[in-house]
């Protein structure tokens, strides 16, 4: 489909739909559209992947916030928007696949639980499927991490420490000790598969007994269980690039859960937060700041200092330069983490009037005020002349309803 459609649109829901209507229109549609239930229909197929890819985005707190503000562009690369690296509106059929499975009580995998971790969809993955000896792919992770302005701005490089699933050390992935003997799963008869048959769908999904591995384990590893997995300590080195926004995600290939009985691992997915500056903020590669200014520079004109997160710059303010005024100087905002351009800064200026006069500054003040004409105020020569015509007319209503 070249053109996406509005996600409520395809689920046929209201934008104010709530996340047990979302899921209802979601298995609707996709117990129509099922690759299984329509065998060699590509159209079906689109219809599958569309409604899927759409219910994982409102079945998000995350994902549906962004797209109710920015649509499908919340999640186009590089869009100055926080969607940074990667992101939903690209799924495939063995995503589609995975994720409806997921939703409705199938296999598919995901991450484990916890504060900073969970499973993730479409451009976040998810844990692979199984092969028939049990091997699996790890479950792809979520990691959020909080940075400075300054960080976001030049680029840093953080370490991130994390525990992770993966094989255990002490049975390297069998999940037996090293004496036991393992048999064959009489529930799967050793495929490590067992079908679920949901309506007009046939769902394959691990074998409930034996996880997938179509083994039974006697004596499992004392210290794993028999899981043959375990959490373990991991310490990554993450290059943050310059130029990223809250929302940004960075991968990092084969960090994720580690796959079971040797199967790939998955990856780690970092999102990053952006605290907010006390000076600076920013809209994509833009950054804004405000300056006061004195208030004869104001009147005069003159040249002032101004910061930009590339170090003070010389700004040239125009004679008569009103509260407000927004000054972009090009080029001098933050790097584009993609596309190699660079952003603009945007001054505004406020004008602050002096305190604490007294003596001659206090009299020279007073002075001016007595030399300025009510012509060199546009603003308020407008006002007066505005709130005249209200009189004027307010006037001419009273007259005409004293009239008999």
Known sequence: MS???????VLGLD????EDQVKKAYRKLAMKYHPDRNPGDKDAEEKFKEATECYEILSSAELRQRYDQFGWGAFERGNGRGGGFGGAGH???EEAMRAFASAFGGGGGGGF?????????GGMGGGGGRD???RSRGADLRYDLEIDFEEAAFGAKRELTLDVVEDCAACHGTGADGKSQRETCSACGGRGMVVQNMGFVHVRQPCPRCGGTGEIIRHPCRKCGGAGRAKAARTLSLNIPAGVDTGSRMRLAGKGEGGARGGPPGDL???????EHALFSREGADTHCEIPIPFHIAALGGEIQVPTVRGDVPLKIPAGTQPGKVFVLRGLGLPEV????????HVAVTIEVPTGLHGNAADLLAAFGAAVKE????RLAALRKKAAAFFSRKKTLDSTQGEP
């Open 3 to 9: 053109q996406k459609r509005d996600c409520y649109e």
């Open 15 to 18: 934008r104010g739909a709530t």
């Open 91 to 93: 799924i495939d059929l």
């Open 113 to 121: 639980g916890g504060s900073f971790f969970e499973s993730l969809f």
């Open 132 to 134: 028939g000896d049990g």
């Open 269 to 275: 997915f970092v999102v990053l937060h952006v605290r």
């Open 338 to 345: 993609r596309g190699g351009g660079t952003g603009d800064h």
């Open 375 to 378: 012509s060199n105020h546009p």
